[in-house]
């Protein structure tokens, strides 16, 4: 008679988990390069109609964030006229959707308990493309005086990143 399949992943009693899992956050990207004139420079007047014309109730309670073409010509008050108007959404930053991802993982990172992290093994999953180092450093820094001990990677081929004495 063979053995029942275990799950000695489960068993082991490691605490797997991908850093999105703390995105609670729906994100949305604007990209305002056709605000611009010729897609390049803001000239005030327009700029601020196109702003107006937004419809800041798509943004409620969303994360958004902010995108315009390198080449633009874009002074500091743009961006603030820009978020002056999304005033409903969670949070505005700069850096397109991975800036806004980057910020909701932020968020999420800050608002954990870290409670249920004490004494426990944690593999931060190397498969999430979303959170990138400033994610991996944010949690770390927050769980790394509770954790027995912090792996990178899946449970079959981690890499030691920290262990308590």
């Given at each position: 008679m063979e053995e029942p399949i275990r799950n000695r992943v489960s068993e082991s009693g490691l605490l797997q988990l991908e850093l999105s899992s703390f995105i609670e956050i729906d994100?949305?990207?604007i990209d305002f390069t056709s605000m611009l004139v010729?897609?390049?420079?803001?000239?005030?007047?327009?700029?601020?109609?196109?702003?107006?014309?937004?419809?800041?109730?798509?943004?409620?309670?969303?994360?958004?964030?902010?995108i315009v073409t390198e080449d633009a010509i874009i002074p500091d008050w743009a961006w603030m006229v820009i978020c002056a108007k999304l005033h409903k959404a969670e949070f505005v930053v700069k850096g397109g959707m991975k800036g806004a991802l980057?910020?909701?993982?932020?968020?999420?990172?800050?608002?954990?308990?870290?409670?249920?992290?004490r004494n426990k093994r944690v593999i931060v999953r190397g498969c999430d493309t979303?959170?990138?180092?400033?994610?991996?450093?944010?949690?770390?820094?927050?769980?790394?005086?509770?954790?027995?001990?912090?792996?990178?990677?899946?449970?079959?081929s981690t890499v030691p990143v920290f262990k308590k004495k």
């Open positions: 994100c949305v990207e010729g897609g390049a420079v803001v000239v005030e007047r327009e700029f601020r109609k196109s702003v107006e014309e937004l419809n800041e109730d798509k943004f409620v309670d969303k994360g958004v964030g902010l980057n910020e909701a993982i932020r968020i999420g990172i800050e608002n954990i308990d870290i409670e249920d992290y979303v959170s990138g180092p400033a994610g991996l450093l944010l949690f770390q820094t927050k769980v790394q005086p509770v954790v027995k001990s912090i792996m990178f990677g899946e449970a079959c």
